[in-house]
């Protein structure tokens, strides 16, 4: 074994930090008042940690959403498309976020955990009049500055509509929060880069408050994550393949298992994109010039398994273990920051992690139980990754086959063998000359 802990893989790091974290932990509780050697050798350091994920949220999902909807400058003639693509996005997030709260509420993942309940502090219930005024700051800069993800979503919309509205002069302004949005992308990347040492305290802390007992949950967790994965998987996409696409799922599974296959394995949606591209086009049938602009898109914004169910059942689990209690507002600010939120997270490393700050901040709970989580994210993430590809290939297919542009004798054909395909980075093709009757996209970035 190479015993130089920075050359192996990254989830290998994760999981020794962890490994070591339990057993300081456990040394830390037995040794005496375990909390308050917590207190003092390992808090410090996980609360710079969460600090770190707090401080590059805002910057990076403002400079995300001005980006992407100054990318559809160029779309054109298939303005239709790129709504109807959107809008079953958006759809297909709410059904997933919904299908995670239901599961954890009837499964309760966190809940019996009274030794954390003293964490809780009382807060005054969310009202859907707070919910307005977060959604439409009246400060930009103190939105920013609060950590309203929510009102920063809305004015970056509103700005990069802005942006594409006054036409040539918003180009210049939007190739330079490109610009922020690529160094604010580094700037997580080092951030995640640092998840092994900041799991290290935040576990350690954790173990070493409550005892090992504490980690007891997570098979209940995971459990949870899994059973929500499945049915959108194996219900909610199908019901919506065959009633809404008129196409037959278990043919749609077919063509698409190179793909899901693949996305289970590697972890990695982007990763994943050039054989879902394949399979959108070559095996689902989907029109080339619309799938080479629809399959990069939902590569970047779509995540029903990271930014929906994941959130969303994660939110429940960190609620329940703290002891806070969460109402109807609360719950509607889970939905609305795990489908907003995705815009926000799309291309950047650790998606996942990123929706989940996202939705903890926007509901007021601790973000040092993303160190508890991180525990088992190895395993839920095959998952979640698997789910984010389906919805990214089953959207595709939902919209081209309302247009005209899936063709049948191809989905239902024969599939071809596209695996043997390297697939370590995205396909880029060039932009299709216009023809009459044609739908031209913009080539992926």
Known sequence: ?????????????????????????????????????????????????????????????????????GRLRNVGNVARLTGKTLGWFVATSAIATAVGLVVALIINPGEGLGKLSNESTPTDPVT??????????????????????????????????????????????????????????????????????????????????????????????????????????????????????????????????????FAFVSSSSLATLPIAQKVSIERNGVQ????????????????????AIY??????????????????????????AAIIGQLGTGGTPGPALVALTLTLTTIGLPLSAIGYLIAIDKIIDMARTTLNVAGQLTIPVLVARSEGLLDEDVFNGTPPDITSEPADRPEVESKPEPKPDTVTAPAPA
């Open 311 to 336: 959130p969303a059942v994660a939110a429940v689990f960190v609620a329940q273990y703290t002891g806070a209690h969460l109402g109807i507002g609360e719950y509607a600010l889970i939905a609305l």
């Open 288 to 307: 080339r010039e619309y799938a080479s602009f629809a399959q990069p898109l939902g590569a970047t914004i779509k995540f029903d398994g990271c930014g």
């Open 1 to 69: 074994m190479n015993l130089r802990v920075w050359k192996w893989q990254f989830w290998q790091q994760i999981v020794l930090a962890l490994v070591l974290g339990v057993a300081v932990g456990a040394v830390m509780n037995n040794a005496g008042d375990g909390e308050k050697l917590a207190e003092d050798w390992t808090d410090p350091f996980g609360t710079v940690y969460t600090s770190l994920l707090k401080v590059v949220v805002v910057p990076l999902v403002f400079a995300a959403i001005v980006v992407s909807i």
């Open 128 to 261: 859907w009049t707070q919910i307005l005024k977060n959604l439409f700051p009246s400060n930009i800069v103190k939105a920013m500055a609060d950590g309203n993800v929510l009102g920063v979503v809305t004015f970056a919309v509103l700005f990069g509509a802005a942006l594409v509205a006054i036409g040539e002069r918003g180009e210049r302004l939007t190739s330079i929060i490109d610009d922020l949005y690529q160094v604010m992308q580094k700037v997580v990347w080092w951030v995640v880069r640092l998840t092994p040492i900041g799991s290290f305290f935040l576990i350690a802390s954790v173990v070493a408050t409550y005892g090992p007992s504490s980690l007891e949950p997570l098979a209940k967790f995971t459990g949870a994550i899994y059973l929500a994965v499945a049915v959108m998987l194996f219900v909610g996409y199908p019901v919506l393949l065959r009633f809404v696409g008129r196409v037959s799922p278990l043919k749609f599974f077919r063509n698409s298992w190179p793909a899901l296959e």
